[in-house]
């Protein structure tokens, strides 16, 4: 795919948190959680800053206790190539209210651009398929994201998008850093007790 199609990075999540309704949302470290919270900050975000690789499992265990809600993780192809075990165990769970959106802009961006294994071929859409996700898709038009976010609110089954993205480097919006204030927003959110 030529890089001048790829869709940019805020429109994306912006559109993937439109009229959010009861929708859980995890942000994987770097730019997918400054983009998430340039979009808006809400209760129901948990914003990684660390735990590289570990977003997808973090929102398994959210799509496996609160399973009336729709759940979506926002990651980088990084973030998701460090964490490639998850995909294993979400394709055998199956979660029908989870999605994982990787937004795949071909790099680490947050480190300094340096090309990530999907640069030089390799698809994570086929990886989460192969691993049991069969609603897996690459996504490169705003139609097709439409569809993607519809299909996480029909809570139908689980499923995973490679978005491709420009490797742009938009300005940083920090997201609140304090993950126990995070997590416990989160879970007052949810009629949850502080832990
Ligand atoms: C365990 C660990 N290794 C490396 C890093 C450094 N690091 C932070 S963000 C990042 C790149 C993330 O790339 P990607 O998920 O593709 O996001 P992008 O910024 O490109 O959208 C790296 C390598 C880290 N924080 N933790």
Redesign the pocket.
């Known amino acids: 795919m030529s890089a001048e199609n790829r869709l940019e990075?805020r429109t994306v999540v912006a559109e993937l948190v439109r009229d959010r309704g009861d929708l859980l949302v995890v942000s994987?470290?770097?730019?997918?959680t400054w983009d998430l919270m340039a979009s808006g900050d809400h209760d129901l975000n948990c914003y990684l800053w660390?735990a590289?690789?570990a977003a997808a499992t973090i929102g398994l265990g959210l799509a496996l206790a609160q399973r009336d809600r729709p759940v979506l993780v926002i990651?980088?192809?990084?973030?998701?190539l460090?964490g490639l075990g998850a995909l294993a165990t979400i394709g055998s769970r199956r979660p029908p209210n989870l999605a994982i959106a990787v937004?795949d802009?071909e790099?680490?961006?947050?480190?300094g651009m340096q090309p990530?294994h999907t640069a030089t071929g390799l698809r994570l859409d086929a990886v989460a398929r192969d691993c049991g996700i069969a609603a897996s898709e690459e996504i490169a038009d705003l139609e097709a994201l439409a569809t993607f976010r519809a299909r996480l609110h029909a809570k139908d089954d689980a499923s995973f998008a490679a978005i491709k993205i420009e490797a742009d480097d938009p300005p940083r919006v920090l997201a609140p850093r304090d993950g126990v204030y995070v997590k416990n927003r989160f879970r007052a959110a949810l009629g949850l007790d502080p832990i």
């Open positions: 990075r994987g470290l770097g730019s997918p660390g590289m690789g990651t980088g192809d990084g973030e998701m460090m937004l802009n790099h680490y961006g947050e480190t990530s």
